[in-house]
């Protein structure tokens, strides 16, 4: 079935430093894939998404890229932060998910220093 | 819009004992779904309704109900509540559609903590 794996924090950064969170994922053909941000006490929040291969999402100054031949989506990030600090979920929407069901992995635990 | 909202927020209870969790959206949207989240295991889906009138069993059904009431609400019932059912519960609503306009979205949350 489908999976989505991604680094373990917590991941530990001093402002104005560069993010990187991994992520990949297993599932058949080209599944949709997603990063959600869960701030303190609140819910999960899309950050961004990529649909085909090779796409690139963006927001907020984080990117990702859809990569097909690593099955990889990493989450960047050039300059961070405190109010990034959060955690980031990785996911992936499968072609045959019925009922548009995602799949996440286990949440990275973000925390930026000033 | 209100988006997805979740009652309670907070909720205790003692083995055994039973409660419903309520969702509502006002995205007029087709899909719902309830998700629990544990420490270092992400969301886990428990069950899901593609849309008004059908409902399906995610990947930790076990000791849950849900009811699809109208197009807006989906509760989510523990009918004899246990501590593995402490964890922190997600409801969340998508509009089913094609590929790129599959986002879900989420509401606050609701701790259960079952002593």
């Known amino acids: 079935g489908d999976s989505v794996t991604q680094m373990e924090g917590p991941v530990t950064l001093s402002e104005e430093a560069f993010l990187t969170i991994n992520c990949t994922y297993t599932a058949t053909g080209y599944p949709s894939l997603f990063w959600y941000v869960q701030y303190p006490g609140e819910g999960l929040q899309l950050l961004l998404k990529?649909?085909?291969?090779?796409d690139k999402g963006s927001n907020k100054g984080f990117e990702a890229t859809y990569r097909k031949e690593t099955t990889s989506f990493h989450l960047e990030k050039g300059s961070v932060q405190v109010s990034d600090s959060a955690v980031y979920f990785c996911?992936?929407?499968?072609?045959?998910?019925?009922?548009?069901?995602?799949?996440f992995g286990g949440g990275t635990r973000v925390l930026v220093k000033p | 819009n209100a988006g997805v909202t979740q009652t309670p927020k907070f909720q205790v209870l003692k083995t055994g004992q039973s409660m419903t969790l309520q969702c509502a959206q006002d995205m007029n949207h087709n899909s719902m779904y309830w998700y629990r989240q544990d420490p270092g295991m992400g969301l886990r889906l428990i069950y899901y309704?593609?849309?008004?009138?059908?409902?399906d069993k995610g990947e930790v059904p076990n000791g849950y109900n849900v009811s699809r009431l109208n197009k807006r609400e989906f509760s989510l019932r523990l009918e004899s509540a246990a501590p593995s059912q402490t964890s922190v519960y997600f409801c969340?609503?998508?509009?089913?559609?094609?590929?790129?306009?599959?986002?879900?979205?989420f509401g606050p949350g609701t701790r259960l903590t079952v002593l």
């Open positions: 996911a992936l929407r499968g072609i045959k998910a019925a009922g548009n069901k995602l799949t």
């Open positions: 990529a649909t085909k291969a090779d």
């Open positions: 969340a609503s998508s509009e089913v559609a094609g590929r790129g306009t599959d986002t879900q979205y």
């Open positions: 309704s593609a849309s008004e009138g059908t409902t």
